[in-house]
């Protein structure tokens, strides 16, 4: 299956779209990488609970992240454009959420920041979430143009959290 947007654009628009795509990958993996490598501090004293809530949020964006992987299963690409490989998927965790896989690494980054002690990885924990945030909107565009489903897919399902 050709992904959509491919059938109706331009070489160069291809290209600048892949750019666009692969850059969000890279800004999204410094900023991982920042989170996880940046040394611990003790800008702020950690009580029990705030350690357990963070293992906590880290153990949820685990297990949704490994739900939605699956899901997905040949979909699953670390690029924003979608591969071609599978239909519309709003099952499992899509249910729920347009983007289970960003929630997933959010909550992670936000288990991680809350340990960490760091205001600097709570700085690069914000950066992430914002960069979802505009990468989402991004990939829903070319998402619209592939899936004629996904409007109303949109309409019905948040794009992060779940709403009752």
Same mark, same amino acid.
């Given at each position: 299956?050709?992904?959509?947007?491919?059938?109706?654009?331009? !070489? @160069?628009?291809?290209?600048?779209?892949?750019?666009?795509?692969?850059?969000?990958?890279?800004? @999204?993996?410094?900023?991982?990488?920042?989170?996880? %490598?940046?040394?611990?501090?003790?800008?702020? @004293?950690?009580? =029990?609970?705030?350690?357990?809530?963070?293992?906590?949020?880290?153990?949820?964006? %685990?297990?949704?992240? #490994? *739900?939605?992987?699956?899901?997905?299963?040949?979909?699953?690409?670390?690029?924003?454009?979608?591969?071609?490989?599978?239909?519309?998927?709003?099952?499992? !965790?899509?249910? *729920?959420?347009?983007?289970?896989?960003?929630?997933?690494?959010?909550?992670?980054? %936000?288990?991680?920041?809350?340990?960490?002690?760091?205001?600097?990885?709570?700085? =690069?924990?914000?950066?992430?979430?914002?960069?979802?945030?505009?990468?989402?909107?991004?990939?829903?565009?070319?998402?619209?143009?592939?899936?004629?489903?996904?409007?109303?897919? @949109?309409?019905?399902?948040?794009?992060? #959290?779940?709403? !009752?």
């Amino acid at each position: 299956m050709t992904p959509g947007f491919l059938l109706a654009t331009s !070489p @160069q628009s291809v290209r600048r779209r892949t750019v666009v795509a692969w850059t969000f990958v890279g800004v @999204q993996a410094l900023l991982l990488a920042g989170i996880v %490598v940046v040394p611990r501090d003790d800008s702020w @004293q950690l009580g =029990q609970f705030v350690r357990v809530g963070g293992t906590g949020l880290v153990a949820v964006g %685990v297990g949704v992240g #490994l *739900w939605a992987a699956a899901r997905l299963g040949r979909g699953l690409t670390p690029s924003p454009l979608p591969n071609g490989a599978i239909s519309l998927v709003s099952r499992g !965790p899509y249910r *729920w959420v347009r983007h289970p896989m960003y929630t997933a690494v959010m909550l992670l980054a %936000v288990g991680v920041a809350t340990r960490s002690g760091s205001w600097l990885v709570v700085a =690069q924990t914000v950066a992430l979430i914002v960069l979802f945030n505009v990468k989402a909107r991004w990939e829903e565009r070319r998402l619209v143009e592939t899936f004629p489903d996904y409007t109303s897919y @949109q309409a019905t399902t948040p794009r992060f #959290l779940p709403m !009752p």
